[in-house]
């Protein structure tokens, strides 16, 4: 199981603003994007560490360089 237990949406997003992604949408989930890669985080707390480990895959990042962004 990738070790990303107990990350909440309000962490992600933080940690995707700082790498240059912007909020394009929000509801149920928050919808982000680069201008490149579009990105969809749900508003869960805490996000499932499979579906996390998906979403930083998708957003280009290792899990590792998203922990240190944390």
Excluded at 36 to 58: C, F, G, L, Q, V
Aim: proline share 4%; net charge positive; charged share 25%.
């Amino acid at each position: 199981m990738p070790k990303l237990s107990g990350i909440n949406h309000q962490q992600a997003v933080r940690v995707f603003k700082k790498v240059g992604f912007e909020i394009a949408r929000q509801g149920k989930h928050v919808t982000m994007t680069d201008g490149e890669r579009i990105i969809t985080i749900p508003r869960a707390n805490p996000i499932n560490a499979y579906t996390m480990a998906s979403i930083i895959k998708d957003a280009g990042l290792t899990i590792e360089e998203f922990k240190k962004l944390l």
